[in-house]
């Protein structure tokens, strides 16, 4: 621009523009890090990662394994477990086993008592069933219901008039076997009862009052709600 276009321009009331002003640079100084925090450049000789310890925990200048005492953040001290039992603990201990041991021999012995038990009940109805084999008496046209109680309830077997009256008089009895019952004769119904008392139905004293065995009479009427 011309001196006479700037003079003319500033007679209009233009203000010439300002000039920029310098700005020195500071000086750099051996040993600065140039402007990056302290600590952010590796040490010479020294790769990334190196120096700083995986167990120390920031702004704390010892690890925790180290911490007084040896614990660890929230836990016990090392080499502590479980605090020692007492006495009573011990003894309670000991009295639970014991118990447990006993209940448990109990129920082994009670279980071999059950089988040892129901080995002789078998043995026993084999003995009785070859004893009354082709031996009982019942006849298949009796029509007289002889009563009686045997398991807590009453059971009948038909008999005839002859040995509705040997059966009264004790010399006839009567043997359960298999759910049957078998007519037998008072020396037999002896025998069974040595091997098998269970199986005695019917066993009539002959020495006994005649109101001992209201079911001896073949009369005798059974109430209508009785259920056989």
């Not at 603990?89 to 447990?100: C, F, M, S, T, V």
């Not at 298949?140 to 309830?153: S, T």
């Not at 069974?192 to 020495?207: G, M």
Request: glycine share 10%; no cysteine; hydrophobic share 30%.
């Amino acid at each position: 621009m011309s001196d006479s276009l700037r003079d003319q321009l500033l007679g209009l009331g233009f203000k010439p523009a300002p000039k920029p002003e310098r700005t020195e640079k500071p000086a750099h100084k051996p040993g600065s890090s140039h402007g990056k925090p302290h600590g952010g450049q590796h040490a010479r000789g020294q790769k990334p990662g190196q120096g700083a310890r995986p167990d120390a925990r920031p702004g704390s200048g010892r690890p925790d394994a180290q911490r007084p005492g040896g614990r660890k953040p929230g836990g016990r001290p090392q080499g502590q477990g479980k605090p020692p039992r007492t006495q009573e603990e011990i003894d309670l201990a000991k009295a639970y086993a014991i118990r447990a041991q006993r209940e448990k021999e109990e129920r082994i012995e009670a279980e071999r008592v059950k089988q040892e038990e129901a080995r002789l009940r078998r043995e026993a109805k084999a003995k009785l069933a070859e004893l009354l084999k082709d031996k009982a008496l019942n006849d298949k046209d009796a029509d007289i219901a002889r009563h009686f109680e045997y398991g807590g309830k009453i059971k009948r077997i038909y008999v005839n008039e002859a040995q509705l009256r040997q059966l009264n008089a004790g010399e006839l009895g009567v043997v359960q076997l298999d759910g049957r019952y078998q007519l037998v004769t008072a020396e037999l119904l002896t025998e069974a009862e040595a091997i098998f008392p269970p199986a005695i139905a019917l066993k009539v004293d002959p020495n006994a009052a005649p109101g001992d065995d209201p079911y001896a009479d073949p009369k005798y009427q059974v109430p209508d709600d009785l259920v056989w």
